[in-house]
């Protein structure tokens, strides 16, 4: 069983930064599509970021609308390791926070709906407050 343990939560000022990391073990992830969703209380999960296995020297990254030009998002295959580099968080990105994986498709595409992701983890509290 694929086990996705998430790192780096916490609470920040409106304004900072943070760094998630989301690890697998019992997986190699590198040649699965790896994303991030948000998750508030009472919502649904909705989709943060998403990046591809890399196809040759390419990979191919999605970012929602509402995180683009503040989040990144990166893997580190020799680490087992995707992350999310958070940026000028708002109030309004308080949420838990999942890392989720699945093979990668013959498209090159991330997607973007939760129930095309096969393995999930527990998730990360960010919470963006003065």
């Known amino acids: 069983q694929v086990q996705l343990v998430e790192s780096g939560g916490g609470l920040v000022q409106p304004g900072g930064s943070l760094t998630l990391s989301c690890t697998a073990s019992?997986?190699?992830?590198?040649?699965?599509?790896m994303a991030w969703f948000q998750q508030e209380p009472g919502k649904e999960k909705w989709f943060v970021a998403g990046i591809t296995r890399q196809y040759g020297i390419n990979l191919y990254a999605e970012i929602a609308d509402s995180a683009k030009g503040r989040f990144t998002i990166s893997r580190d295959n020799a680490r087992n390791t995707v992350s999310l580099q958070m940026n000028s968080l708002k109030p309004e990105d308080t949420a838990v926070y999942f890392c989720?994986?699945?093979?990668?498709?013959?498209?090159?595409?991330?997607?973007?709906?939760?129930?095309?992701?096969?393995?999930w983890g527990q998730g990360t509290q960010v919470t963006v407050s003065s």
């Open positions: 019992d997986r190699t992830i590198g040649d699965d599509t």
């Open positions: 989720a994986g699945a093979p990668s498709n013959s498209d090159r595409r991330v997607p973007f709906l939760r129930d095309e992701y096969m393995y």
